[in-house]
């Protein structure tokens, strides 16, 4: 079936280091593409999305790409702040209008 | 402006009890969720609902029912609450393309604690 394999957390950063958070995924044909970010106490929002081979997902400085050779959509940033301390989800949806969720991953940034 | 909200907040209950968590959007969505969001964070969907008429119902128990008395509102009873119920719940709506390529937008979550 569908599903999505994220990197484990939390990932630990400095603020305006660089970030990258693996994300790949399994899927017959070509699903659409989503991160989701969450913070604390809050619900998910969108931060980006790509939705066939090859599209550059972007949005507040993050970046993902749609990679249908490798199966993947990794994100990143080039310098991170304090205020993207979240737990960020990838997600995949094919077709459907529902939402395949990877077990997020957690990113604090210190100053 | 809040685009989708959900009631209460924060639910402390005992065990056996009976609880409702409602949720409404205000987006002109015509496709509203619910997802539950365990301890470690991991995020499924259990039903949702297109202008009023369940589409997607995963592997939930039937003491959760979801009402829908209109495309804005999606109600979530839950009767004889269990320990394993204590989870964040999350509303969602989207416009349905039938293409998977619309993002949703969620509520900021019902936590529930059973005690």
């Known amino acids: 079936g569908n599903s999505v394999t994220q990197m484990e957390g939390p990932v630990t950063l400095s603020e305006e280091a660089f970030l990258t958070i693996n994300c790949t995924y399994t899927?017959?044909?070509?699903?659409?593409l989503f991160w989701y970010v969450q913070y604390p106490g809050e619900g998910l929002q969108l931060l980006l999305k790509?939705?066939?081979?090859?599209d550059k997902g972007s949005n507040k400085g993050f970046e993902a790409t749609y990679r249908k050779e490798t199966t993947s959509f990794h994100l990143e940033k080039g310098s991170v702040q304090v205020s993207d301390s979240a737990v960020y989800f990838c997600?995949?949806?094919?077709?459907?209008?529902?939402?395949?969720f990877g077990t997020g991953t957690r990113l604090q940034v210190f100053p | 402006d809040t685009a989708v909200s959900q009631t209460p907040k924060y639910l402390v209950t005992q065990m056996g009890n009976d609880k409702s968590i409602k949720c409404e959007q205000n987006?002109?969505?015509?496709?509203m969720y619910w997802y539950k969001q365990d301890s470690k964070k991991f995020l499924k969907i259990m039903f949702s609902?297109?202008?009023?008429?369940?589409?997607i119902n995963e592997t939930v128990p039937n003491r959760f029912s979801p009402k829908s008395p209109d495309k804005a509102h999606l109600n979530l009873h839950i009767n004889s609450l269990e320990l394993g119920d204590s989870a964040v719940y999350f509303c969602?709506?989207?416009?349905?393309?039938?293409?998977?390529?619309?993002?949703?937008?969620f509520g900021d979550g019902t936590r529930l604690s059973i005690l």
């Open positions: 969602a709506s989207s416009h349905t393309t039938g293409t998977g390529n619309q993002p949703q937008h």
């Open positions: 899927a017959t044909g070509y699903p659409s």
């Open positions: 790509a939705t066939k081979a090859d």
């Open positions: 997600a995949l949806d094919y077709n459907t209008d529902k939402l395949i």
């Open positions: 987006l002109g969505h015509d496709t």
């Open positions: 609902y297109n202008n009023k008429e369940l589409i």
